[in-house]
């Protein structure tokens, strides 16, 4: 059974990343029906680069400026509502697909029918890789409520009603917006499908990723638990109080500062969540660059 797919693109300013993102949709064993690529600033470069990249591909390759410019998010909702197809695709700029993802993804869309396909994904930076998220089939909201489970921008194909149910991307939470989505896509009883390949390269890197020990991934992630507050547990506010807490003690400049954040940290730890940091620490010390913790997936 044949499934047409729009890939939704949004990005920043980054048409090196993007070329790459965008010749690994061209290289699918199952070609999408087309891209739409969303800038959130006026970028000539990206709009020639999507020109170019188009006129020598038989997939149509669409340059939608958005002029709201909030975040990808905005630009995620703006693309799926230029996009034609039943089914979407979602890629971040940075990061790149298997020429397997696609006929992957729709395999399992096709033999289930489910409301959404999730792929494994591995982690790259330059020729270095590591095993990514790997998220579980049948999982409950709860599972999703204080942790990602393994969602991100790049590796959900989703059909347009349920993306529509859900209410897209939250274009308030400038963080944690995929696993917010993905939070919500099972509050609202849709189903999903696991393909258990890693066919999803998520690129590690210094240009302004969000999932670095940032102020404004900290705020992110306090505004995430502000919204969810009603749905989530103590154990869940606990959890990602202390996610907050952990990322402000790196980012303080004070000694104070750090004791302060350090204090709080300890009062929302338990012994569960010292033993998983603890296991994961050799993980995450690969993966930081310049103080960029990438693989806090809170």
Known sequence: MSTAVSCVIPTHQRPEFLEEALRSVLTQTTPVSEIVVVSDV???PTADLCERVGAGSSVP????????????????????????????AFLDDDDKWTPEYLESATA??????????????EMFRGSQTAPGL???????????????PGVTGSNILVSRRAFDRVGGFDEQLMVKNDGDFFFRFLLCGLSYAVCQEANVLQR???????????????AGLEAYLDKHRSNLTLADRRFIRLSASRIRYHAARSP???????LLGLVN??????LSSVRQRSTKDFWIVKGFDDNDQA
């Not at 990808?72 to 996009?83: E, F, I, K, Q, T």
């Not at 790997?134 to 942790?147: F, M, S, T, V």
């Open 108 to 121: 399992e869309f096709d033999q289930h029918r489910p409301d959404a396909v999730v792929t494994w994904i």
């Open 269 to 274: 730890s338990s012994p569960k969540t010292m």
């Open 256 to 262: 104070i500062a750090k004791l302060r954040y350090l």
């Open 42 to 44: 006026e970028d000539a």
């Open 61 to 88: 390759v669409r340059f939608v400026r958005n002029v709201d410019g909030r975040g990808a998010s905005s630009s995620r909702n703006l693309g799926a509502a230029h996009a034609r197809e039943e089914l979407i």
């Open 204 to 218: 590690k890197h210094e240009s302004g990723q969000l999932t670095g020990r940032t102020l404004s991934r900290a």
């Open 134 to 148: 790997r998220i579980k089939p049948g999982l409950p909201a709860k599972a999703a409520a204080a942790e990602n």
